[in-house]
């Protein structure tokens, strides 16, 4: 179910939002909270951060990587700031992965959890991309998930680098 309220600012509707989310997770359910205006957001987290503690995370475009020089008009990866360490996802990585992942430690300062989605080397020699693995690994990224566009010799060596720390998503 969706819930919608109207109201005024200050007329309680984060405190309905919140006992709803209460209820759902109570019921085992996972729970999204999409916040109309991002200048509502440090409120709503707050509020939100009191209630549910560290088991939320916030999503918005301040924490994308804008667009990024690339052939591809547009190109972005979604930074996801968690207590852990930041996630970051990229559909293909035209811009390159290790400029993503840079770019996501300037602008968040904080340490990779997880970079998740295609790195895009699929056309590049295992020597570029051992390389590559041997850079992000000394970026401090903990785990490395590297999806379609980043081919099987990719996942090879990635996998190698990073071991257990290495996630086989396809």
């Known amino acids: ?7 005024v600012t200050g007329s309680g509707k ?11 997770i109570r ?7 999409l916040v109309p ?12 951060r009191a209630r549910f503690g560290e088991q939320i995370a916030v999503l918005h475009s301040g ?14 990866a979604l930074f996801i700031d968690t207590t852990e360490g930041v996630i970051v996802i990229t559909g293909c990585a035209h811009p390159g992965i290790v400029d993503i992942i840079e770019r996501s430690q300037k602008l968040l300062q904080k340490d990779i ?3 998740l989605g295609g790195f895009h080397l699929l056309q590049d020699h295992a020597g570029s991309i051992r390389e590559i693995a041997s850079h ?4 401090n990224v903990r785990y490395v998930a590297p999806t379609h566009c980043s081919g099987a010799e990719a996942r090879t060596i990635f996998k190698e680098i990073y071991g257990e720390n290495y996630l086989d998503c396809g």
């Open 1 to 7: 179910d969706a819930f919608l309220l109207k109201g």
């Open 14 to 24: 984060t405190e309905v939002y919140m006992h709803a989310a209460q209820d759902a």
């Open 27 to 33: 019921m085992g359910f996972s729970v999204i909270v």
């Open 37 to 48: 205006e991002i200048s509502l957001i440090s409120q709503t987290e707050r509020s939100f």
């Open 63 to 76: 924490l994308s990587s804008g667009e990024m020089k690339s052939f591809v008009k547009n190109e972005q």
């Open 113 to 115: 959890l997880l970079v």
């Open 136 to 139: 992000i690994r000394e970026m």
